[in-house]
């Protein structure tokens, strides 16, 4: 039999983080450094392009090392879908480093491999249930910080002190809305969003 090949996959779910601490676990294992894979990517972004690279050298004399479950996918299905490609067609080893018992190199018996389907599932299930309760902290926590009037996204920009003037004057068509903008010191598009807000904010206004 060949000498198995070690490849490992690191996944962040934003730019900002860092996988450093995922790569020495996998530099410790002995995973030499041209065969780690690294997505940087946010949560809504799941394409994953050096997934999809390393997948595609994966085959029965190479072991898959991940830092834990999720790294697969980003609910239960996803994840069970990715284990048994990896491990049924790919026919690779695969190992979870922050569960043991997650190591087809053990237990190719039927109770080995039975258990291991029963860790997985358990483990997929949290990893989605985990995943679904922090989308549902930071959903309160965004509410509260709304109710305690914190603001997010970008600031609105104040209207010009003379927006009032200028907007009666392009009203009664007495200047053009290219002008209007001129005056104000706006682009044109960004003084007919003022208009739209202002008109919103003051009904009686628009009806003159």
């Given at each position: 039999m060949k000498q198995q090949i070690f490849y490992g996959y690191c996944r962040v779910s934003s730019i900002g983080q860092n996988e450093d601490r995922q790569i020495i676990a996998m530099e410790e294992k002995k995973i030499p450094a041209e065969n780690i894979y690294v997505d940087r990517q946010s949560g809504k972004d799941f394409n994953r392009p050096q997934y999809k690279r390393l997948v595609r050298?994966?085959?029965?004399?190479?072991?898959?090392?991940?830092?834990?479950?999720?790294?697969?996918?980003?609910?239960?299905?996803?994840?069970?879908?990715?284990?048994?490609?990896?491990?049924?067609?790919?026919?690779?080893?695969?190992?979870?480093?922050d569960m043991p018992l997650l190591d087809t190199r053990r237990g190719k018996d039927l109770m080995g491999t039975f258990l291991s389907d029963i860790v997985l599932q358990v483990l997929s299930f949290v990893a989605e249930n985990e995943r679904h309760n922090i989308r549902q902290r930071q959903a309160q926590g965004i509410a509260a910080a709304k109710a305690r009037g914190v603001k997010f996204g970008r600031p609105v920009i104040p209207l010009p002190e003379n927006f009032d003037d200028v907007y009666y004057l392009w009203k009664k068509k007495e200047i053009s809305g290219t002008k209007a903008a001129e005056l104000c010191g706006l682009s044109r598009s960004t003084f007919y969003n003022k208009v739209m807000r202002f008109e919103t904010d003051n009904h009686k206004y628009s009806e003159k």
């Open positions: 050298k994966l085959n029965e004399n190479t072991v898959l090392y991940i830092s834990s479950i999720d790294r697969l996918g980003r609910n239960y299905k996803e994840i069970q879908e990715q284990w048994h490609y990896i491990s049924k067609v790919k026919k690779s080893d695969i190992v979870v480093m």
